[in-house]
């Protein structure tokens, strides 16, 4: 908020958005951050949000406790949900400090890409990404420190800061994947194929399943076949 502009949060819809208002909420209560106005700018998110709030029985330990303090987890004093296209236009004609939550994650589709093209060249935004970016996406690139990039066909210089929370991936890391392959017994796996995740990270992954005695281990490029 000391920058003076908003900060834009690329999220996917469902899962993601309710984590970081979550986040968002407990952080505001505890008042580690400032009473900013906050926006969610997705229908879908929306309408996933009315979902989560109707099945509080597969809240872990945690929520359920603060539902049961605070009533909703996914709705407080600052928190505003946007629908309608014109109230997501007049965000950005906002000049108070906001936090926008928009989709897509990575940036390829949604309302995220008007809030990114109307602000990205303004030094008081910050990009703030909760997730990760997978090659060739406008958010990767955004990410990567490119210093001007292609939204809508049209290049826009890249002056707004951007920061980076991994906390949030709701991927397995490489030390998750060999802790849960291990459990398999990997000298009994006859054939195992990494298809999944950019190439160092599979040959990374590989490479750890090596050392665990399994055999048969293929890392197959774009378009290559293998007979079973």
């Known amino acids: 908020s000391s920058r003076g502009g908003m900060i834009i949060i690329p999220s996917f819809s469902v899962g993601r958005t309710q984590e970081i208002v979550y986040a968002l909420h407990r952080l505001r209560l505890s008042q580690r951050i400032p009473a900013l106005p906050i926006f969610v700018d997705s229908p879908l998110a929306i309408d996933a949000?009315?979902?989560f709030r109707l099945h509080p029985e597969y809240y872990d330990a945690e929520t359920y406790e603060f539902m049961l303090k605070y009533k909703d987890p996914f709705g407080f004093g600052q928190l505003h949900y946007i629908r309608r296209v014109e109230e997501s236009k007049a965000?950005?004609?906002?000049?108070?400090?906001i936090v926008i939550i928009s989709?897509?994650?990575?940036?390829?589709?949604?309302?995220?890409?008007?809030?990114l093209k109307n602000?990205?060249?303004?030094?008081r935004t910050t990009v703030l990404f909760v997730g990760f970016q997978a090659q060739d996406t406008l958010g990767r690139r955004i990410l990567?420190?490119?210093e001007t990039v292609s939204i809508f066909g049209e290049r826009y210089k890249v002056r707004a800061r951007v920061e980076h929370i991994d906390g949030y991936s709701a991927h397995a890391d490489g030390n998750e994947l060999l802790a849960y392959i291990h459990q398999l017994d990997p000298r009994r796996v006859r054939r195992t194929f990494v298809v999944h995740g950019e190439e160092e990270a599979s040959f990374a992954l590989a490479d750890g399943m090596k050392k665990m005695g399994m055999r048969g281990i293929l890392?197959?490029?774009?378009?290559?076949?293998v007979t079973i």
């Open 49 to 51: 949000t009315e979902v």
């Open 91 to 97: 965000l950005n004609f906002r000049d108070d400090p």
């Open 103 to 115: 989709a897509s994650g990575m940036c390829e589709a949604g309302r995220i890409l008007h809030h």
């Open 119 to 123: 602000n990205i060249g303004d030094s």
């Open 144 to 146: 990567d420190g490119e």
């Open 219 to 225: 890392v197959p490029e774009p378009g290559e076949r």
